[in-house]
C-alpha cells in the first residue's frame, strides 16, 4: 500500500476499516473518465460505478452511477425531494470530498456525505470505483457500496 498516492491510502485505509475485501490497485493509465476506467480494466463501462458530486439545496451529494448512464438531476432532486440538484464545480468536489473530479472515491472523505448508488450497478457481479486519484480503482459489489456508504439505492439516470 505504501506505493499508493497518499489519497488512495486514505480510500484503501476506510475500505479496511468498513471491512472491504478488495484492495485499491493503481492502473498504469488515467481512469479519469467511465470509459477510460473500463478500458483499463478490460470491462464493460456500465460495470464502472461512477462517482459525481452534486450540490443539492446547498449540500454536497454524491452520486455512484454506473458508468452507462447520464444522472437525470430533475428525476433525482423529485426523489430525494430538493428543489434543485446540479453539479459541483471542482472547487466543492475538492472540499467536500478531499479528492479530484476524475478519482472520487465513494468514500475517505472529511465527513460523510449524503450518498446516493444506482440500481443499474446491481446488474454487475462485480464493479468498480475510484481510489481517491485518476489513476486509482478498486474492486465492490453494488451491495458493498450501499453497505459502506450507507447510500440509498434509487434509479438515477437513462
Known amino acids: 500500500m505504501s506505493h499508493l498516492p497518499t489519497r488512495s491510502r486514505l480510500v484503501a485505509n476506510a475500505l479496511a476499516d468498513a471491512g472491504v475485501v478488495g484492495s485499491v490497485v493503481a492502473l498504469p493509465d488515467s481512469a479519469r473518465t467511465a470509459a477510460e476506467a473500463a478500458a483499463a480494466l478490460g470491462i464493460e463501462v456500465g460495470a464502472i460505478a461512477n462517482s459525481l458530486v452534486f450540490w443539492a ?12 448512464h447520464r444522472v437525470d438531476t430533475a428525476a433525482l432532486a423529485r426523489q430525494l425531494n430538493r428543489s434543485h440538484v446540479g453539479r459541483a464545480t471542482p472547487e466543492q468536489v475538492r472540499a ?17 456525505i449524503e450518498t446516493v448508488v444506482d440500481v443499474a450497478l446491481a446488474e454487475y457481479p462485480q464493479v468498480w470505483a475510484a481510489g481517491g486519484t485518476p489513476h486509482t480503482v478498486f474492486p465492490t459489489t453494488f451491495d458493498e457500496l450501499v453497505r459502506i456508504t450507507g447510500g440509498a439505492a434509487l434509479v438515477v439516470g437513462d
Open 57 to 68: 439545496d446547498e449540500r454536497p451529494l454524491l452520486v455512484l452511477t454506473s458508468g452507462r
Open 96 to 112: 467536500a470530498t478531499g479528492q479530484a473530479i476524475g478519482g472520487v472515491a465513494p468514500l475517505g472523505h472529511p465527513q460523510r
